[in-house]
């Protein structure tokens, strides 16, 4: 039974920073590309970051390039994002997902080629 669960959620002032981190279990993590997608109350979801099975490559939504750095440990089975220069329109519920390839794709910031997917962390961003 695969389990991804992610933490380090929390609330934090603008212009801080916080650490998400993702562990996944019943799976073999170097098999996935690995990703961050986030949803906030009333907005669709957005693909934030993706990372191929090797940690190569990561790519980044627009806005949150430059402040945001994915990577990943395949020896802990744990991916993570690191959040810089936070804003409060990054305050959104954070979910980890697995992709059923090795490599992000060009669709990844949909989602819908993301087969496994945790119950989410809630990073609030304060004024």
């Known amino acids: 039974q695969v389990q991804v669960v992610e933490s380090g959620g929390g609330l934090v002032q603008a212009g801080g920073s916080l650490r998400l981190s993702c562990t996944a279990s019943?799976?073999?993590?170097?098999?996935?590309?690995m990703g961050w997608f986030r949803q906030a109350p009333g907005e669709e979801r957005e693909g934030v970051s993706c990372?191929?099975?090797?940690?190569?490559?990561?790519v980044y939504a627009d806005s949150v390039k430059g402040r945001f750095t994915i990577s990943r440990d395949n020896a802990k089975n744990t991916l993570y994002l690191q959040m810089n220069s936070l804003k409060p329109e990054d305050t959104a519920m954070y979910y980890c997902a697995a992709h059923r390839a090795l490599y992000c794709e060009a669709s990844w910031p949909s989602g819908v080629r993301f087969i496994y997917w945790g119950q989410g962390t809630q990073a609030t961003v304060s004024s």
């Open positions: 990372i191929e099975w090797n940690g190569a490559s990561p």
């Open positions: 019943g799976m073999t993590f170097s098999d996935h590309a």
